[in-house]
């Protein structure tokens, strides 16, 4: 299984009238672990474009657990079940500071040739990157 | 079945580098929907804080299909096919000026008691509230 | 003098947990009534990326008057008091439904060619797109 | 003189089509220095909101310089020259990894009874907090 963790503090223009976190923000959250993750694998957005590879989202299912309020740090965790054929899953949770989980969900990409806009399987080359991840 | 639709462009801070709309802004444009689908009832924000109500998101799913450009109005629909007990789930989908489905998904809310945090089931007041809206 | 207008409502999830829309967000509004003044003269987006020409923002300056809540609707009115030379100054005021100033300030724009990243002057033709908006 | 620094990688969502950080972002990169630099003296929100005390903000002036894309750092310093009497001037500065100017502005911020609503001068308490943060 690959994993990969990172953390943050909550941002005071992320939380709502509520003074909780804004539901979309998880799925930014999200985002950002699981780019961290594709560049510390030494595949940065760079990479990915010079190869014409984008990574199109198919879908997000989160289910909301415990609010992050002003002041707390957020850690989230994505992690890789299984090597991608057509799509990749990424599994992703958020903690607060306490390690009560606000957030998780299942974010599934495609890959996309970003010059012919065409869906594709998942690349080798990627494939290969995917597994330098795996522990 | 109650229904709510409304119309606006897409704002071109929304769009990232791909030229797209943001994956995350389609769950702010559902939430945009429901607000004003829930204050054309005659029940907005002012009303809700006042009875003490507010509406937990407890999930969110989104497919999506299509993507929305700088330049493309988006046009959302809210749909409730049941009347809610415990919670509520609304129907979203985000459509373009050609009819095209970008976004579509489900938001569950549920109901809680704002100065307790208590959840409870919904109040016989949002029911009735709910029932005017249906057509 | 041109001058243009669009109204809107306040969006929940651009409000911060003392209830009011946060302050970045009035940078945004402005860029919003700018974007639909210069779609209005039938010059959008698209038309610019074919000529090649991109607005960068050169500076922004804000003075906040008076909150805008949850509920509210904001209306901004943009105006052009001189054609450009080098650089577009764009006066820029929110106010709420009641016409309360919430936020005045001017964006200053400058025109590059989008294809070289050179900074230039205003080119002819969106000089007489301009005059097109002059009333 | 009272000085603060952070960084943090730039977020893909806060970049917009032409794949630099959009203009508003750079308001809440200041703002997310500021609040750190506060939360660092030991007087975080948290103590604020105890206190009563919060900080309006009355105007913001940034001027562009550089631009920041994705996968860069961008690194944020604010500095107080003065101690307020009325208002607080913070000058913000953001830098990319290589050192160059991005943005750089000052943010005003009256202080606020949070219970009356009234602006006041700034506590002697704050000035006493202000202080230590001094170098």
């Given at each position: 299984m690959i994993s990969y963790e990172t953390s943050f503090p909550v941002r005071y223009y992320e939380c709502d009238p509520m003074g909780i976190?804004?539901?979309?923000?998880y799925i930014r959250y999200f985002e950002i672990c699981r780019d961290q993750m594709i560049a510390d694998w030494g595949y940065g957005m760079e990479k990915c474009a010079a190869d014409g590879l984008v990574f199109p989202v198919v879908s997000v299912n989160v289910k909301f657990r415990h609010s992050l309020y002003v002041g707390d740090t957020a850690r989230v965790v994505a992690s890789i079940q299984d090597l991608p054929l057509a799509k990749l899953t990424v599994h992703e949770v958020v903690y607060n500071q306490n390690g009560d989980v606000c957030a998780e969900g299942d974010v599934v990409l495609g890959f996309m040739n970003s010059e012919t806009g065409r869906i594709m399987g998942c690349p080798p080359k990627f494939l290969e990157v995917l597994k330098t991840g795996e522990k």
């Open positions: 976190v804004h539901h979309s923000n």
